[in-house]
């Protein structure tokens, strides 16, 4: 009779969740959802791939990188985005891998890039400057004191409207 007892009652009981697995629970603590966060890194790795975006935008350095400047749409070095976290406001450092990503700042990256960022930050930078002469301050010239930039308006569709957006620096 006990053992029936303890079957009728095992029976009766909900069973208990499954474990989810560890890569699940991680990838929901940190904000991702599925194959949302796989996707979005496979997106940003690809775009960190492509020829316009194999250099440091600021010093130029042969890539690819895990680094970007997300409201600026650029990718960086390692050096250069240490020095981009010294410019509290204007930049926003992060990593293709370690931060957590969201569907709109993927497509500013995928919208502006190096190129494009050039034609604004970079646009009246004389051909034989040296940048690496003194990273620092060519990195402060360029983004605080805007020596070489002209603004524009960029456009890019980050949820499926016709959404009008400008880099954090351009309204500055």
């Not at 303890?6 to 208990?16: M, V």
């Not at 316009?52 to 130029?60: E, I, L």
């Not at 960022?117 to 990195?139: C, G, K, M, V, Y």
């Not at 004191?145 to 400008?166: A, G, I, L, V």
């Amino acid at each position: 009779a006990t053992s029936a007892a303890a079957a009728a009652t095992s029976a009766a009981a909900p069973a208990a969740p499954a474990a989810a697995p560890a890569a699940a629970r991680a990838s929901s603590e940190r904000g991702y959802e599925g194959d949302t966060e796989q996707s979005l890194l496979a997106r940003l790795k690809t775009l960190s791939l492509h020829a316009d975006n194999m250099y440091c935008f600021d010093c130029q350095t042969k890539g690819p990188f895990s680094w970007t400047s997300s409201n600026i749409g650029v990718f960086l070095c390692l050096r250069c985005v240490g020095i981009h976290r010294s410019l509290a406001g204007l930049s926003t450092p992060r990593s293709i891998t370690l931060d957590v990503w969201n569907e709109t700042d993927v497509k500013v990256m995928e919208h502006i890039g190096n190129v494009k960022a050039a034609e604004q930050w970079e646009a009246t930078l004389p051909a034989d400057h040296s940048r690496t002469a003194n990273i620092e301050a060519f990195i402060y010239d360029k983004y605080v004191e805007k020596m070489w930039h002209r603004p524009t308006t960029m456009f890019f569709d980050s949820d499926d409207s016709d959404t009008e957006s400008t880099s954090a620096l351009a309204e500055e």
